[in-house]
């Protein structure tokens, strides 16, 4: 896996590739739990152990987590605008246990 990493060009991977895997799994993290604050913490936690792995911290762990925070929070007023809101003639069906 390391191999295939590093053959990569490195600009490719910087600022390409490893946004988009790290975003994805922060996103993939709030779709899974329903908890906004999940995503940012799985991206700065992906995306340190990364930098962790090749070098040292960058201002993409600041970054990244950020993009995602903003990105969930749009994802989540979008999901909770399109909720189904009963109309009328739904509130006059009675239940019957």
Known sequence: MRD???DLDPFFMQLIVWPILVIGLGIG???FT???IFAPLVT???NALMEFWFSKLSSWSI???LITLFLTG???LVLTSYQ???NEES???EVRK
């Open 91 to 93: 509130n006059n069906i």
């Open 74 to 76: 749009f994802l989540h």
């Open 63 to 65: 970054i990244l987590p």
């Open 84 to 86: 189904r809101v009963p």
């Open 29 to 31: 993290a709030f779709l």
């Open 34 to 36: 329903k908890k906004l």
């Open 4 to 6: 295939l990493i590093m």
């Open 44 to 46: 700065l936690i992906v």
